[in-house]
């Protein structure tokens, strides 16, 4: 049997970045119906839609989905989940990982939400620190924890492949609130925990 990959994308959104993508290929001294070409605008428009479908998608209800009541109050921290998205200057990726805390306040969530909260704001355009701030909020506002920190850090293609072109510098990123933000020894027990190898 042939192999046939099944994708759902809008047609309208798809045929209108399609013509632009095509006309952009052109503009920049390509053939656009060469063979290698093709069928580049219908694989970049359909590309385009995956990589910012966060836009459809609620950070919060995904943390509701799995809300569980817990009489916890411990830190519970999950490191090092990848992350993939797209700087809004240049439109070229950045991509690191995401490093999230939170003390929950009667109340946990699945870990696996948290991952998908950073793919619910990594999968649009963005900048580092926007994106830092609004995975703090969604766990803020979902679940009303006793403190959030989230840390992240990024290597950005717009640096390393054009401009100023530095290609081994990364980006760090923070945000902290509630007793991550007003107790100096909960966050430097966060830092230290993300720093370290525990395996």
């Given amino acids: 049997m042939a192999y046939r990959k099944i994708d759902q ?5 798809t045929s209108g ?3 632009h993508y095509r006309s952009a290929l052109q503009l920049l001294g390509e053939d656009a119906e060469r063979e290698g070409l093709q ?3 219908e694989r970049m428009a359909k ?3 995956y990589l910012t479908q966060g836009y459809e998608m609620d950070a919060k209800e995904i943390l509701l989905s799995a809300k569980f009541k ?3 109050s411990e830190m519970v921290i999950v490191k090092d989940i990848e992350l993939y998205s797209m700087c809004e200057h240049h439109m070229l990726p950045f991509f690191g990982k995401a490093h999230i805390a939170y003390i929950p306040n009667g109340y946990i969530t699945g870990l696996s939400k948290l991952g998908r909260v950073v793919d619910v704001f990594a999968r649009r355009l ?3 620190e926007r994106l830092t701030t609004q995975i703090l909020e969604a766990i803020k506002e979902a679940l009303n924890p006793l403190g959030v920190a989230v840390v992240i850090e990024a290597k950005h293609l717009c640096m390393m492949m054009r401009g100023v072109q530095k290609q ?3 980006t760090t990123t923070s945000a902290f609130d509630g007793e991550f933000l007003h107790n100096h020894i909960t966050r430097n027990e966060f ?3 993300i720093a370290s190898d525990l395996s």
Avoid at 9 to 13: F, G, R
């Fill in 17 to 19: 970045l399609m013509a």
């Fill in 47 to 49: 590309a385009m839609q």
């Fill in 39 to 41: 069928k580049t605008p």
């Fill in 9 to 13: 994308y809008d047609e309208e959104i």
């Fill in 70 to 72: 817990e009489d916890v």
């Fill in 168 to 170: 081994n510098s990364t």
């Fill in 126 to 128: 963005q900048v580092q």
């Fill in 191 to 193: 830092l230290k925990l």
